[in-house]
């Protein structure tokens, strides 16, 4: 079911289906007001979104990576309130960025239930382009951090090339900026005992990957934002 803007509304069933937890989590979880009340729709009956699946992924990767739900409280507070979808994923993207490489094999069924939508052979084959997935003879290697980035891409109105160019771009620059932040780091903790290497190297790197979040977020906001305004029919560049 879905509104005139395109938005799903699920009832909790399906929402807690396309969460793969239970209803009683669900609710459970809307008590402790991790998740926003639904939409009260005809019937009184609760309509969820897009932002309450994406809540309830962010909430479930912090639990992997062994926050507790005092803690999962405490994060969920410090974000904005009016968060979408979209903004929740890159969070979920964030925080599964901590954790170590991850991949597993699944079978196509656990592969769908973790991309959290029916996955068509179409869908399937630009996931394994991407390099989010590798089918193999026992099922599909998947990276379980890269696997919502992939499927979120699946939506986005650009051309496989483009999408496959970006990523491309992205690697490098990554990989440039891994290195040159790897070296300065090298340089103040060369006197330093294994251990508290280990320990700093623990504690920076989320910092570092929302600092380039940050960064890659607002430059690429300003960047569409005076390409837009150059566009005809632009408020700042129209002909009006």
């Known amino acids: 079911m879905t509104t005139g803007t395109e938005e799903p509304t699920l009832t ?8 793969g937890m239970t209803v009683r989590t669900v609710r459970f979880y809307g008590t402790k007001g991790l998740l926003p009340p639904p939409v009260i729709g005809p019937r009184r009956v609760g309509h969820y979104g897009r932002e309450h699946l994406a809540r309830l992924a962010l909430i479930e990767e912090l639990q992997q ?5 005092a803690a999962i409280e405490r994060y969920l507070q410090q974000l904005p309130p009016d968060l979408d979808a979209h903004d929740l994923a890159i969070h979920r993207a964030v925080v599964a960025s901590w954790a170590p ?5 699944v079978p196509r069924g656990e592969l769908e239930r973790r991309a ?8 399937v084959e630009r996931l394994v382009a991407m390099g989010v997935v590798e089918a193999t003879e026992d099922g599909y290697r998947v990276d379980r951090g890269l696997l919502r980035l992939g499927v979120g891409l699946l939506d986005v109105p650009l051309s496989h090339e483009a999408i496959l160019a970006a990523r491309n771009v992205l690697v490098e620059h990554s990989r440039a900026a891994a290195h040159e932040l790897s070296r300065l780091f090298r340089g103040e903790v ?3 005992a294994a251990q508290d290497v280990k320990s700093l190297s623990a504690y920076m790197q989320p910092l570092v990957v929302q600092a380039l979040l940050t960064t890659f977020q607002r430059s690429l906001r300003e960047d569409l934002r005076e390409w837009l305004g150059g566009m005809p029919g632009s408020e700042d560049g129209g002909s009006a």
Not at 65 to 69: A, H, K, S, V
């Open 12 to 19: 909790i069933d399906e929402l807690a289906a396309r969460a």
């Open 190 to 192: 060369s006197e330093r």
């Open 116 to 123: 959290g939508r029916a996955l068509g052979d179409d869908d």
């Open 65 to 69: 990576q062994g926050m507790t739900l």
């Open 101 to 105: 490489e991850a991949v597993e094999t």
